[in-house]
């Protein structure tokens, strides 16, 4: 089957909602209604049904975060049909829905201790554009405008070719021995198939590689929740009674700041019980707290703008893969012959019985096997649950790093599906080369 028939098969492209609507009523009518006994416990056995195969690409993205969309446009400039999936309204991830605002891990110690910028490609164009429009602050740790960010990875998602599918959850795959055939989508037009060559996993929490039965590992860990406030450059400092209150960091609006919260340590983010529980106490402790800075004087005008439409969930699921990348690794400057791009570190982090400090932490390669998982050919893994240890979980997961993992899938996965071939069979050298000419900084 050529590239033309795999189109036509798969009706990929401007016809695809058309497609969808109509098979899915067309899926629901043909349902058959099976009577089914609950069990008093254990589990139930769901009835076969067919599900129409509505799309489908050269390349399917699962999750739109900075790893997504960075995948999704990275596989559509190398000339790929490309579907990215959404399950919310927007793009950006954590980054935008989660109000996690700045981008960090840009930069980290070079080898002469010099602070380097390592983070190039996307998160330059990205960050440019947004810097461009006066909706991005700060040189450094490059803080964006959550509305602004979305209409900017949209408006690159288009030029770039990209088809993204809104509010559709990835809710399973269909195997064919060691290869993915198809996404499952549950969405509001019913559960459907979306067709791929092959498939990036950028949904956060490594949905379709646990789907895929590849070995990854649970990690549980920080859960908490993002605010924004208003009017706080409205504050009367010269009240009677006047105290200065924290009221957040700036943002690229005038009188707007964004609220950061740790929340609490060893959350399980793979259970739905625990993510309702957190996600209504946060939003009780971020209005009872704003209602505490509002009663002080001076600080009358402050209002709650919005808590994050995304509970922050910070790592659930890493992969386990060829290689997982160890904190050793990261702070040994080690060099991969694979290396995909670098990550800087930005915190502290506890390392051979002490701590080291965030300046003092080296910049990091990624090898492109940290991308692969082992057992399914034609799936990649970027983002915050890319192959790394939980003791480097704390700088996988900026949003730096998973721009660099996600560019990188992103373009191998076009590799891939263009040569017919396993993820793990593209001639990487190739792939370095490309990731160079997209100002990909693999080395320093
Ligand atoms: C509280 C908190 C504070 C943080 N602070 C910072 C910071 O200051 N700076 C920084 O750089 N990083 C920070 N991070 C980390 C960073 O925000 C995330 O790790 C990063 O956004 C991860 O990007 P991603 O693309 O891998 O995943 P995400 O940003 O989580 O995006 C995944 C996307 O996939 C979608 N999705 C998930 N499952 C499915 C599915 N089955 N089907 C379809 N779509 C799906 C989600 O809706 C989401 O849009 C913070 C994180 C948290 C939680």
Request: hydrophobic residues 40%.
């Amino acid at each position: 089957m050529d590239r033309r028939d795999f189109l036509k098969r798969t009706a990929a492209g401007t016809s695809l909602m058309a497609v969808s609507g109509i098979e899915a009523r067309a899926a629901r009518q043909k349902v058959k209604r099976v009577e089914t006994r609950l069990p008093a416990d254990g589990y139930l056995k769901e009835p076969a049904r067919e599900i129409p195969v509505v799309a489908g690409a050269d390349v399917v993205v699962v999750g739109g975060g900075p790893a997504g969309f960075a995948a999704a446009v990275s596989a559509a400039r190398q000339g790929c049909s490309v579907i990215l999936l959404e399950r919310h309204n927007h793009l950006g991830g954590l980054w935008t829905g989660g109000l996690v605002l700045p981008v960090l891990n840009t930069r980290g110690a070079g080898p002469d201790g010099s602070w380097t910028k390592v983070v190039h490609g996307i998160s330059d164009d990205v960050c440019g554009s947004l810097f461009g429009m006066g909706m991005c602050i700060n040189e450094m740790n490059p803080m964006v405008d959550p509305e602004a960010c979305k209409y900017v990875l949209d408006e690159m998602c288009r030029e770039a070719g990209v088809q993204t599918i809104f509010f559709s959850t990835a809710a399973d795959v269909i195997l064919s021995g060691s290869r993915i055939e198809a996404v499952v989508i549950e969405c509001k037009s019913g559960r459907l198939a979306i067709r791929c060559r092959t498939v990036v996993d950028c949904s956060g929490d490594g949905d379709v590689m646990a789907w895929s039965g590849v070995p990854f590992k649970e990690i549980k860990y920080h859960i908490g929740l993002l605010a924004r406030l208003g009017n706080t450059d409205r504050v009367d400092t010269g009240a009677e009674g006047f105290k200065a209150q924290y009221v957040g960091g700036a943002t690229p609006i005038p009188g707007v700041t964004m609220l950061h919260m740790r929340g609490e340590e060893q959350q399980d983010g793979l259970d739905i019980l625990n993510l309702s529980r957190l996600q209504q106490k946060f939003r009780r402790q971020i209005w009872e707290r704003v209602q505490d800075i509002k009663s002080k004087p001076g600080y009358e005008k402050v209002f709650l703008l919005e808590t994050a439409p995304q509970l922050g969930v910070r790592v659930t699921r890493a992969l386990e893969a060829v290689h997982t990348v160890t904190l050793e690794e990261s702070m040994t400057r080690t060099e991969f012959p694979d290396a995909i791009g670098m990550s800087g570190a930005s915190d502290p982090i506890p390392y051979r019985g002490g701590v080291v400090k965030g300046a003092d932490r080296p910049v990091w390669q990624i090898p492109y096997r940290a991308l692969l998982p082992r057992g399914c050919d034609n799936l990649l893994v970027a983002g915050r649950c890319f192959g790394f240890e939980e003791g480097l979980a704390w700088d996988a997961r900026e949003i730096g790093t998973c721009f660099v993992t996600g560019q990188a899938a992103g373009t191998a996965a076009a590799m891939a599906a263009s040569a017919r071939c396993a993820a793990a069979e593209i001639d990487v050298s190739r792939l370095r080369q490309e990731l160079l000419k997209q100002r990909v900084t693999l080395s320093v």
